[in-house]
């Protein structure tokens, strides 16, 4: 029971309890950082359970019960008090930084929404915020599909919840790195930041994850570049964006993962029809 991948993938479950404790003690700062480590152990066990000849039936079910909470349950909580922020950020900042002001926006959010307190959040617009629970609603269903459909043993089917929650670490960085100078003007931060822009990408986002979209894996189960070659191309051009492109590398890998995997099936179909 308490093997080696067994107590990384708890691990990756304890690492999104962690960003869920951060997000609600107001450091969205440091909450996808938690998400990320969560991220790397679950790149990992996998791959060890199969080195080690330890894979198994509760191995599996530990995977989806630590992938809920860290990949369906935290990005639902960090997406929620993005959307609080979100709401007002051109409101009395000016003395906070970003920690306080995300700290004090919820305050202001669950004394509306659940004591009826007049404030700044005392509007219709203050539930929009809870649109942020269909990523955990559909992460349920998309990993529980994971686990009985015989299709995505090698590849997946919709959007991985590793994937999808990596994405939404985006616009907490984003508010992070831009926090105090979001509407100095027109662009394009003030409109992925915007509360209603987010609630639709929170929609959008949710339905690929049970979408029947084919999509590669990028769980190794060797090394060796024969075989991994998409893999391995993927991640250096990932880590290349990242290098150059910091915070706004997140989406567009996100956007390239969905290239690469078009491009994937559609030589696999070629080949398939050749081969016919």
């Known amino acids: 029971m308490f093997n080696i991948p067994n ?16 997000t609600f003690s107001g450091r969205l700062d440091l909450a996808p ?15 060890l359970a199969r080195k080690l000849g330890v894979s198994g039936e509760l191995g599996k079910q530990l995977d ?11 990005p639902g909580i960090i997406m ?37 307190v007049p404030n700044s959040m005392d509007a219709s617009i203050k539930y929009l915020p ?4 269909l990523i955990p609603f559909f992460s349920l269903f998309r990993l529980a599909k994971f686990n009985i459909d015989v299709r995505q043993t090698e590849s997946f089917i919709g959007l991985p919840t590793p994937l999808n929650t990596i994405f939404f670490c985006f616009f907490p960085l984003l508010l992070l790195t831009n926090f105090g100078h979001l509407y100095a003007g027109w662009g394009i931060i003030p409109m992925v930041t915007d509360s209603y822009f987010l609630a639709g990408v929170v929609v959008l986002m949710s339905l690929m994850l049970v979408s029947e979209i084919p999509l590669f894996s990028l769980k190794f189960k060797t090394f060796a570049w024969s075989g991994n070659e998409v893999r391995y191309t993927f991640l250096i051009v990932c880590l290349l964006l990242i290098a150059f492109l910091l915070v706004w590398s997140i989406p ?18 070629k080949e398939h029809e050749i081969q016919s």
């Open 80 to 116: 929620l008090n993005v959307m609080v922020v979100s709401i007002y950020l051109d409101g009395p900042y000016y003395d906070m930084n970003f920690q306080q002001y995300a700290h004090f926006q919820m305050n202001n959010w669950m004394n509306a929404v659940f004591n009826g």
């Open 33 to 47: 950082f938690a998400i990320f480590i969560g991220a790397i152990l679950d790149f990992f066990d996998g791959f």
């Open 130 to 133: 809870f649109f942020a629970f």
């Open 252 to 269: 567009l890998i996100v956007i390239l993962y969905l290239i690469f995997s078009i491009i994937l099936n559609n030589s696999k179909k």
């Open 7 to 22: 107590l990384i993938t708890s691990f990756n479950m304890l690492s999104g309890v962690a960003a869920i404790i951060l």
């Open 64 to 74: 989806s019960l630590a992938d809920m909470i860290t990949f369906g349950l935290a």
